[in-house]
């Protein structure tokens, strides 16, 4: 995604005016892909992120990968967006993230796409499939929303049209990445996890603890994790400190 | 050991130091600027060097107002001298527990320092304007009075111990005269004894004059009133009508005193956080869980969010002049 194809993004995010509907997760992808020469790093860091999470060759067939974290707010959707990003960037074909908790939808604002039907409604036998997976203002990035928030979202999740569902996209969409609900607090979650391929844990550096992240590893039993991601990690010095130093930024390389 | 680790966990904790690296000088400071209700009252006093060397005048390196400074603050460290302070200034000291409280506010506020080479200043503190007063008052009439006293007692030995040398020298004098009356020589004028007898007959006439002089100097110290008072009031202690400002020693070294304070708390408040917190921060950390494999780290980027301009430029001037610098 060239930065001149950005340009009706950075226009649609002007208009929304930060202050009035705050969205981190986007706030991230936004940044990361308007503003190329300062976030570099983070665009190059979820490029590798994708590479070793998902088979980036052009053999790769479809595959799909679970993303969830030990609790809420840890990044797991900032982190589930770079990856499709990165994914539809490299891979060239469709990339879906579909938003499993359905308790707490946030993707639809956070991409800021009027969706009020989503998953649950599909689940619910109330909508067909179609008309809600939506297209982003991404390049070959499609989101299949939440929908409107279910109380218990449990029977919906352990639904054999659920199984079903992902086996039809598998076939629509070359990488499906399913942002879950986090492992500790949703008793889904790992349930959720066993429908993809993978697991990817997300974890927020300072934040998450380690036995937090322990516990979320024991909860997700065999499903195979493939890593974790650190997210929000601070710089070991302040920029303008390394740069007058001269030395490296980051804490992890 | 490597200081990055440290450096990163501060990162995320920085926090934790605001309330004590921030709050708390700015808090002492702010008490420190705050005007205490303590009042001062406060006297000048001239002080003479001594013109007789019989009278003691301290330590010839230092001034007169030195010495004199030095001679109270010595007086003020005993029981008698404080006493008859506290008497003059009506303190309670009936019981022991008034006597030990009001030798103790004397002593704890009253101060002598030389201002000049001839001007002590005595101070003393009070929470009480009039006792500050009453106080200040009361030691330099009592240090004038215990001075006069002490000048007048030096002058007594001193006319005394003048009075033996006079006695002393007379007989000296006496025998070295009836030494040459009685010695019957065959020289004449150019016998040696004789001459000797004349020379030692008159150094003991001069020994006796001088005998006679510092008698009659000292007596008349002794007899002229006024001549021992050697110390005159030049400001008269007055009731405080406002009470003191911030001494600059407070401004200084109280939120000196605050930073070092609140940097060992925050210091020790992060080494406990630091110990105690195990959150996963940096690759290293990932340890704990084996087999674990980390696929990559995104760094923060809510900070750049909203862009501090001021900070911004800042931040860029700091760079540049690294950058100037390094080549």
Redesign the interface.
């Known amino acids: 995604m060239s930065l001149e194809q950005t340009r009706p993004w950075e226009a649609a995010r002007n208009e929304t005016a930060?202050g009035k509907k705050w969205s981190?997760a986007l706030?991230?992808i936004d940044?990361l892909t308007l503003t190329a020469p300062?976030?570099g790093?983070?665009e190059e860091?979820?490029r590798?992120?994708a590479a070793?999470?998902l088979d980036m060759t052009s053999e790769a067939g479809s595959q799909s990968i679970a993303i969830s974290s030990a609790t809420a707010g840890e990044?797991k959707t900032?982190?589930s967006i770079?990856i499709a990003s990165a994914a539809a960037r490299n891979l060239g074909s469709d990339v879906l993230i579909v938003e499993t908790d359905l308790r707490r939808p946030q993707l639809a604002d956070d991409f800021r796409i009027e969706a009020n039907l989503g998953l649950a409604d599909y689940l619910s036998g109330e909508v067909e499939l179609e008309p809600v997976i939506q297209p982003t203002r991404m390049e070959n990035v499609w989101l299949l929303p939440a929908g409107r928030p279910s109380a218990n979202p449990g029977p919906l999740l352990r639904s054999k049209t659920f199984q079903e569902l992902l086996k039809n996209l598998h076939e629509a969409y070359g990488t499906i990445i399913i942002d879950a609900p986090p492992l500790l607090t949703s008793p889904h979650a790992a349930v959720i996890a066993r429908q993809a391929e993978a697991l990817?844990?997300v974890?927020r550096?300072?934040?998450?603890?380690?036995?937090d992240?322990?516990q979320a590893?024991k909860a997700v039993g065999d499903v195979p994790?493939?890593?974790?991601?650190?997210?929000?990690?601070?710089?070991?010095?302040?920029?303008?400190?390394s740069?007058?130093?001269?030395v490296s930024r980051?804490?992890?390389e | 050991m490597s200081m990055k680790p440290f450096i990163i966990a501060a990162r995320y904790k920085y926090l934790l130091i605001v309330p004590f690296a921030v709050i708390l000088p700015v808090a002492i400071i702010f008490a420190a600027l705050q005007r205490t209700s303590n009042y001062t009252s406060w006297s000048n006093l001239w002080v003479e060097q001594p013109l007789s060397p019989t009278v003691d005048s301290g330590n010839s390196f230092l001034t007169p107002a030195q010495n004199r400074a030095n001679d109270l603050t010595e007086l003020l460290a005993t029981d008698s001298f404080t006493m008859k302070v506290a008497q003059k200034a009506n303190l309670p000291t009936g019981t022991e527990t008034e006597k030990n409280t009001s030798l103790a506010a004397i002593r704890s506020g009253t101060s002598a320092s030389a201002t000049g080479r001839q001007l002590v200043s005595v101070s003393h503190t009070d929470n009480n304007p009039a006792d500050a007063h009453r106080i200040a008052d009361a030691v330099v009439t009592t240090y004038i009075a215990d001075t006069d006293a002490r000048t007048k007692v030096l002058i007594q030995q001193a006319v005394l111990f003048d009075q033996s040398n006079v006695d002393a020298a007379q007989k000296a004098l006496a025998d070295a005269q009836s030494a040459v009356t009685g010695y019957h020589g065959s020289g004449g004028s150019t016998d040696p004894q004789l001459t000797s007898l004349i020379s030692s007959a008159q150094a003991a006439q001069a020994t006796l004059n001088d005998a006679n002089k510092q008698l009659r100097s000292d007596q008349q110290l002794l007899e002229s009133p006024g001549t021992t008072n050697l110390i005159s009031v030049t400001d008269q202690a007055s009731t405080p009508t406002s009470p003191d400002g911030v001494k600059k020693t407070k401004l200084l070294m109280f939120p000196a005193a605050g930073m070092l304070l609140a940097i060992s708390l925050a210091a020790a408040l992060f080494g406990f956080v630091l110990r105690t917190d195990n959150s996963i921060r940096v690759a290293e950390d990932l340890q704990a869980l084996p087999g674990l494999l980390l696929l990559g780290s995104v760094p923060d980027v809510s900070n750049l969010k909203k862009r501090n301009w001021p900070r911004h430029f800042f931040r860029l001037a700091v760079t540049a002049l690294g950058s100037t610098v390094q080549r």
């Open positions: 930060w981190p706030a991230q940044d300062v976030f790093v983070i860091r979820f590798q992120i070793r999470c990044g900032t982190v770079g990817l844990l974890a550096a300072g934040r998450t603890h380690i036995q992240a322990a590893l994790v493939r890593g974790i991601v650190l997210n929000g990690t601070r710089e070991w010095l302040p920029g303008w400190v740069r007058f130093l001269g980051f804490a992890i």
